[in-house]
């Protein structure tokens, strides 16, 4: 491994955003056998730190998500967020799901909208924050608009803004880009570094990617196929703002490169 690589396994300095203590998930299925899904996770996640992870099709990542958001209860260990147990949906967390998930007889405000309403907050006061966060994400002018009237890039722009409109400390992102075609994915990455900046934010990023995962990261989970269990945590020690150039830089290649082999150790093809 090259020098500019760092192990990363502690989980033991606090206060932490998150604090993923020997989490394990077991499904029911409808046929009543059982998916073991997540198998002794442990993980801390520091206030503003941007982590992404990567790991094989169905090994656990949306799962883990999912927990973390208090939208699936775990079957042992536990789960943290700052100093409560998490025990269902908090207004802490904002989440961006696979592909856009906008309310299509909903504008593209009214969907920023959703959590203000869903968490009973005043409505004229974040009206405003929602109209800022459309700004930031480039979608002035379209708040009117029907999400069929938006481009693929655009509803997922939406959709960022809705996450943060509640002004959540904790972003649990799931593939958000992974529909986009390469260059809107790009800019994508470039436009979610700035407003993860200005919101000071933690951020929890689930990719297939692994170039996106460098790119981002302050540090990248890598996770064994199902049941998943994190195999490495890898520092991504690269300057910021990171602008597209980065990419092409050697630190750059060898962090893509230690990734990949991590994930082809597993019996992963990336
Ligand atoms: N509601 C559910 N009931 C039963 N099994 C489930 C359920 N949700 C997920 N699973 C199983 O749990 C495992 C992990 O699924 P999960 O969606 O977390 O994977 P993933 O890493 O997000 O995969 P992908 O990269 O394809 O999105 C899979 O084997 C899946 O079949
Ligand atoms: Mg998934």
């Known amino acids: 491994m090259s020098t500019v690589l760092k192990a990363d396994r502690s989980v033991a300095e606090s ?16 046929s009543g056998d059982s998916v073991f899904a997540l198998d002794r996770v442990s993980l ?34 536990r789960v943290h967020l700052r100093d409560r147990e998490i025990s269902g949906p908090s207004a802490d967390v904002g989440i961006v799901f ?39 994400v480039g979608l002035s002018g379209f708040e009117d608009k029907y999400p069929k009237e938006l481009s693929g890039g655009m509803q ?26 390469a260059m809107t994915r790009e800019t994508m990455n470039l436009e979610l570094q700035r407003i993860v900046k200005d919101a000071a934010i933690t951020v929890l990023f689930i990719t297939h990617s692994i170039q996106e995962a460098v790119f981002l990261g302050d540090r990248i989970v890598v996770m064994t196929p199902r049941p998943g269990r994190i195999a490495e945590s890898m520092t991504i020690d690269l300057p910021r703002p990171r602008e597209l150039d980065a990419m092409s830089a050697p630190e750059f290649g060898s962090y893509v490169r230690a990734v990949r082999r991590l994930l082809n ?4 093809t990336h």
């Open 44 to 77: 801390a996640i520091q206030p503003r730190e941007f982590v992404c992870v990567v790991g094989t099709s169905g090994c656990g990542k949306t799962t883990l998500l999912r927990i973390i958001a208090g939208l699936v209860r775990h079957t042992a260990g």
């Open 98 to 136: 696979q592909g856009p998930v906008l309310l299509p007889w909903k504008t593209v405000l009214e969907n920023v909208m959703i959590p203000v309403v869903v968490l009973g907050l005043d409505r004229d006061a974040h009206r405003r924050r929602a109209m800022e966060l459309l700004d930031l």
């Open 265 to 268: 150790a597993r019996g992963m």
């Open 15 to 30: 206060p932490a955003e998150i604090r993923i203590t020997d989490l394990s998930m077991r499904y029911r299925t409808v």
């Open 156 to 181: 997922q722009r939406a959709s960022i803004a809705r996450a943060l409109v509640h002004q959540p400390s904790l972003l649990l992102m799931d593939e958000p880009f992974g529909a986009l075609d």
